[in-house]
């Protein structure tokens, strides 16, 4: 399951829930997706990375590790939590590495097929990202020495 933030045109900010990218872009086509909190239709998903549902994740976890102490368990969730988001970016977008932002930027201008990408970008090109209206979101994803 894939949750998705969107934000209707009053501001109010909501979760949708998706079995996957293709069905939340399929409802946003339809415009199937409303504001729970004024009705508002005219929603945007907030191009943010994809939140990652735990469910399946969290119960791959052995029982024992999150029956241990509380400190203990939120650092498993949230081990738990990264592994899912890099999986979701290891599935569903293209390491493109450092041509990150000539990347972005390609897409932006029409020049190439819109598609998922991953990769590093420096501060400047972040920078020429922003001005040039090119939305992107930076993730810190830490590495865990086993
Ligand atoms: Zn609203």
Redesign the pocket.
């Known amino acids: 399951m894939i949750i998705y933030d969107f934000r ?5 900010v909501f979760e949708g829930r998706f079995s996957s990218a293709e069905d939340c872009q399929a409802q946003v086509a339809r415009k199937m997706i409303a ?1 729970p ?4 239709a005219e929603v945007h998903k907030e191009l943010a990375a994809p939140a990652v549902h735990l469910g399946r994740a969290a119960r791959k976890l052995p029982p024992k590790t999150l029956a241990q102490n509380e400190e203990g368990e939120r650092k498993t969730l949230f081990r738990a939590y990264v592994d899912a988001v890099r999986e979701v970016i290891d599935k569903g977008c293209e390491n493109v590495g450092e041509r990150f932002a000539a990347e972005a930027i390609a897409m932006h201008d029409g020049e190439v097929e819109t598609r998922n990408i991953v990769g590093t970008s420096t501060k400047e090109e972040e920078e020429t990202l922003k001005s040039s209206g090119v939305r992107f979101q930076k993730l810190f994803l830490p590495r865990f020495d086993d």
């Open positions: 209707c045109e009053k501001g109010h504001c909190i004024c009705g508002e």
